[in-house]
């Protein structure tokens, strides 16, 4: 095969997981180099995502360079991904997950002394993080994760709430650090957190391929089912919603989701995802009439 151009964000992070992909390629034998670009999310990094496009602002700048033939493949979290893909691009592998949860990040010691000043911008973890710490205040905070963890050294914040997954692409050392991970149920992840998501023109059936080889099976199991919900709740970008499957036996699925605060789960045959979550949304919308 042809040596094959990876779009990505220029972000530590984007890079690290853009390096596990291009390992994965160079492991079977395929050339590649990589093409950085700078998106909307990245330019603005002082209003919060929800006021500047949400999902989507770190994605269709990077999907244009695809339909224009100046990339091959492109490396997005999956978490990032908006509804609709653009015409003509579909998401064909995904290397094996990192872990999924979040996590709350405070300097070493800080665990008491009053109301916590905790860094989110992120109506999903304000309304999972409120019932658990009901005097914090919560103020937004933008920037990657090296950023985010200079301003809780500088006192800006109490704590701030990280992904686990990228913490461990970037090698991060925490030992600075005071680190709360949460349980997936306790705080509902955004859907697809941790994974990476690799997309390409769905006219290249040689390269579909070839990403599906790289790809990890239970991660590609769980971004279909996590996006595939997801995709069918179409909430405004303002609304906190998490999502989050797992295969607690052979044959069998656990989903789990969080709309605005409410969460429900239901388990049962893999087969039968699609009535799985079609009740469990139900119960959540339910829920807030």
């Known amino acids: 095969m042809r040596k094959l151009i990876i779009a990505t964000r220029g972000s530590k992070l984007a890079l690290a997981q853009t390096e596990i992909v291009r390992r994965l390629l160079q492991e079977v034998q395929v050339e590649t180099a990589i093409h ?3 998106t909307a999310g990245d330019r603005d990094r002082i209003h ?3 006021k500047i496009g949400g999902r989507g602002v ?3 700048e990077i999907e244009r360079e695809l339909l224009s033939g100046e990339a091959d493949l492109a490396v997005h979290s999956a978490k990032d991904l908006p509804y609709e893909l653009a015409p003509g691009l579909v998401i064909a592998g995904t290397p094996k997950a990192a872990d999924p949860r979040d996590a709350l990040v405070t300097r070493k010691g800080k665990n008491g002394g009053g109301p916590l000043v905790i860094g989110t911008g992120s109506p999903r973890r304000i309304a999972e993080l409120r019932p658990l ?3 914090a205040v919560f103020k937004d905070i933008r920037g990657n994760v090296t950023t985010r963890l200079h301003k809780l050294d500088r006192g800006e914040y109490d704590a701030i709430v990280l992904a686990m997954a990228g913490l461990e692409r970037m090698g991060v050392d925490a030992s600075a650090y005071d680190l709360h991970p949460f349980d997936v149920e306790q705080v509902m992840p955004a859907g697809c957190q941790g994974i990476i998501a690799v997309e390409c023109r769905s006219r290249d ?7 599906q080889k790289i790809s990890h099976g239970i991660t590609w199991r769980r971004f279909l089912l996590e996006r595939e919900l997801f995709c069918s709740m179409k909430v405004d970008c303002a609304m906190a919603v998490g999502i989050h499957a797992s295969f607690p036996r052979k044959g ?3 989903l789990g989701a969080m709309l605005d605060g409410v969460k429900a789960f239901r388990q049962g045959r893999t087969e039968n995802h699609a009535l799985l979550a079609a009740s469990l949304k139900k ?3 339910d829920g807030k009439s």
């Open 36 to 38: 950085t670009i700078t």
């Open 48 to 50: 919060a995502l929800v």
């Open 58 to 60: 770190f994605v269709r």
């Open 133 to 135: 710490y009901p005097e």
């Open 205 to 211: 059936r040689e390269l579909m391929a070839l990403l």
């Open 252 to 254: 069998e699925v656990r």
């Open 283 to 285: 119960e959540l919308y």
